[in-house]
């Protein structure tokens, strides 16, 4: 059984310094649902650091500049924030879709994100929404775009000693809205064979002038897709459009072969996923 310290500190910099000076291997748990898993079966030491009792860490908060949200918050209390579901509807999806109903009680955006699963779904949300990333560390603050967060399989940006301090995703322009789709072998509480998320922007006449695309479980990284943007973008989202960026997000992918899907398979479905993916952030914007 793996031995475990277990600290809970109130303040950003207190779990900084724990984390910095650790003589043994450190571990920031936001709500545990991976962490605790990961743990089984090891035998060496751990500091375990619980944020959850630091109060920006928790919380999430929306002003005139968009979104900041406390990367331990609860998806429960996300995706019961209604003022936050009608600027990102997607992105709320997408929180909503991870684990069940008791895992939600723990589970968080920034777990999701720190856990660095290319599957996640909250990422390509994320991504798809321009959101950027606070990290926290020693050595002062930086800030990181959601789409260079994760780095590998498993693996991200945080250095020695950091921790994901803030979320912050810019308030949508007029008539922006997004979605987030994804493929599962069973209807709920599995993990993504393939998903993606769509921010539009529509002008005059039903002119998309903006979009981002981002797709998941389809390379080690969850991807953003310019091409697939640049497919949209300038036209009012008619089916030649559609499977232009269908076509690019699939030409990107670089998915794997296994007992869930195989590598055309995934390719194929992330493109459709696309196609409706921006049909329904359009209509959003829309409406």
Do not use: W
């Not at 009680?105 to 720190?114: E, K, T």
């Not at 994804?182 to 039903?206: H, K, N, Q, W, Y």
């Amino acid at each position: 059984m793996v031995s475990v310290v277990y600290e809970a500190p109130d303040t950003l910099e207190g779990a900084v310094e724990l984390l910095a000076n650790s003589k043994i291997t450190a571990k920031v748990l936001a709500g545990g649902t991976d962490l605790l898993i990961q743990m089984q079966g090891l035998h060496e030491e751990r500091l375990v650091v619980d944020v959850k009792k630091i109060p920006s860490m928790v919380e999430a908060t929306l002003d005139e500049e968009g979104l900041s949200l406390g990367p331990a918050m609860p998806n429960a209390a996300l995706t019961a924030r209604e003022d936050i579901k009608a600027l990102f509807p997607g992105l709320v999806e997408a929180a909503y879709l991870i684990g069940s109903t008791q895992v939600q009680g723990r589970c968080s955006i920034g777990g999701n994100l720190c856990n660095s699963s290319p599957a996640a779904d909250t990422i390509p949300a994320l991504i798809a929404n321009g959101a950027q990333c606070v990290i926290k560390g020693p050595k002062g603050s930086r800030t990181i775009a959601a789409e260079n967060f994760v780095t590998g399989v498993g693996r991200n940006c945080l250095g020695d000693g950091e921790l994901l301090a803030a979320i912050t995703v810019p308030k949508p322009n007029e008539k922006t809205s997004d979605a987030y789709l994804r493929f599962i072998p069973r209807t709920e509480m599995d993990i993504a064979v393939a998903g993606a998320a769509v921010s539009i922007t529509l002008g005059s006449e039903g002119v998309c002038i903006a979009a981002r695309v981002a797709i998941g479980a389809v390379a080690t990284t969850a991807l953003l897709v310019p091409e697939a943007a640049d497919a949209l973008i300038g036209s009012k989202l008619d089916e030649t459009a559609l499977q232009a960026a269908a076509n690019a997000a699939s030409k990107v992918s670089n998915p794997i072969t296994d007992r869930r899907g195989t590598i055309e398979f995934r390719k194929h479905v992330v493109g459709v996923l696309v196609k409706r993916a921006a049909k329904i952030a359009a209509d959003r914007a829309g409406a």
